[in-house]
Each structure stands twice: as C-alpha cells, then as structure tokens.
C-alpha cells in the first residue's frame, strides 16, 4: 500500500490493545492487525468507526493529511 495508515500509532497512543481496539468495532484481531499493517484494507466503516473513536478525520487516518483535528461536521448544522 501507497500512504502509512496511523491507526496503529493512535491506538498506541491510546494505550490500547488491537484486541480492545477489534472487540470496539466487532470484528476478529487477526483482521484488525492486517488492516494495520496494510496487509487487508480498510474498509470505510470501520475508517468511519475509527474516526469517530480517536476523534479525528477519515483522511488523517489513512495519511491524506497530518492535520489530526477533525472536520466540522456540515450535516448536523442543517446543510444537508
């Protein structure tokens, strides 16, 4: 894969375990470690999941920005 994803460095950061982070979204730790390590992809709801959870954007978990803050969400201001 192209771009390093951070969402091991987060998780890390968090003092997590991938079983703990794996248990929070509901899928095995097997597959939540090959999605770390770029071995399977990140499929968008987990990224979604993920987002919501570390409190960032999508497009900094998987390396399209260094920018951690996340995006003011539009939707819930009525611009939907």
């Known amino acids: 894969m192209g771009k390093r994803l951070k ?3 987060l998780r890390e950061d968090s ?3 991938q079983k703990d982070i794996s248990d929070y979204l509901g899928c095995d730790q097997s597959d ?3 999605m770390e390590r770029g071995v399977r992809a990140l499929p968008i ?3 979604d ?3 919501d ?3 960032t954007s999508v497009d900094y978990l998987i390396g ?3 920018e951690k803050k996340p995006y003011p ?3 819930s201001k009525g611009a939907r």
Do not use: E, H, M, P
């Open 45 to 47: 709801w987990i990224a």
């Open 64 to 66: 399209r920005t260094d």
């Open 32 to 34: 939540y470690s090959k």
């Open 15 to 17: 003092d997590k375990t």
């Open 7 to 9: 969402i091991r460095d």
């Open 73 to 75: 969400n539009v939707l």
């Open 53 to 55: 959870y570390y409190q």
């Open 49 to 51: 999941k993920l987002a």
